[in-house]
């Protein structure tokens, strides 16, 4: 079982979750197609926990896909438009400013897992804090100095999200402000990398090649990252340094 780092079911969705990772535990569903030459360079890996975390190399390959398809549209809009990317390192007014980021289960797995499995000191002490104070109006729990401390397995809606010319200011939303300075993520990269998460809800990769399996199995399924109950986590940290996470995870 490799179930520990499941948000309680709060829904029919999350219960659909878990039992996609049991057929996947089980070897009941088939892989997805390996990635491409040119998806597999946005490829981050952590081999030893992806033989143990049958869910984590789904997760992963998704984020490359990504990855790779914000890179070409960030890309294309430089060349073809002469744009400017203001995002950069240090700059997280988003991170404070939006308080419906989507998260697809699978991700909150994989922020759990990396939480409280991956997170060094200094960041693990200040996450942790921010953990038990975290409100749904307040920024994100895992800002820290103006970083994103998850930054390998930030969401999909946080990887996505990527504003030209300037910096947004605080508390500016510029989806609204200036919608023509937020990128237009490519939609075929998108449901790409959605598709390669379907295995750890209990579709297999047959039925994944249907048209519009991925939005209709995985739209009843978003959460909002701010409403999830966060403090529960602070918990499971102390659980793995104090070496009392249950066995077989
Ligand atoms: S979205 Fe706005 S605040 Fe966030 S990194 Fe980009 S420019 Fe900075
Ligand atoms: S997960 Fe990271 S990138 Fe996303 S809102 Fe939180 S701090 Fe920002």
């Given at each position: 079982m490799h179930l520990v780092y499941m948000l309680p079911p709060k829904n029919e969705g999350d219960t659909i979750a878990t039992q996609g990772v049991k057929q996947l535990n089980a070897g009941k569903l088939s892989g997805m197609q390996p990635l491409d030459a040119s998806a597999k360079k946005y490829r981050i890996s952590f081999p030893d926990d992806e033989r143990a975390q049958s869910w984590l190399p789904l997760l992963l390959d998704a984020y490359a896909l990504c990855d790779e398809g914000v890179s070409i549209a960030i890309a294309r809009e430089i060349k073809n438009h002469g744009r400017t990317l203001a995002?950069?390192?240090?700059?997280?007014a988003c991170c404070r400013t939006h308080k419906d980021i989507p998260v697809y289960p699978i991700e909150l797995v994989g922020i759990y897992w990396y939480v409280i499995e991956k997170l060094e000191e200094p960041f693990r002490a200040v996450v942790k804090s921010q953990l038990l104070s975290?409100?749904?109006?307040?920024?994100?729990?895992?800002?820290v100095d103006n970083a994103c401390a998850i930054h390998a397995v930030r969401p999909m809606a946080c990887r996505q999200f990527n504003v030209f010319s300037r910096p947004c200011a605080d508390g500016e939303d510029p989806f609204h402000t200036?919608?023509?300075?937020v990128l237009t993520p490519i939609e075929s990269y998108t449901e790409a990398a959605l598709a390669k998460t379907l295995p750890f809800y209990g579709v297999s990769a047959k039925e994944a090649k249907k048209r519009g399996v991925s939005a209709r199995v995985l739209n009843a399924q978003v959460r909002i990252l701010q409403s999830?109950?966060?403090?529960?986590l602070a918990p499971r940290m102390d659980d793995f340094d104090f070496g009392q996470l249950p066995s077989g995870r």
């Open positions: 995002c950069g390192r240090g700059c997280g975290c409100r749904k109006t307040g920024a994100c729990p895992f800002l200036r919608r023509q300075d999830c109950p966060w403090a529960e």
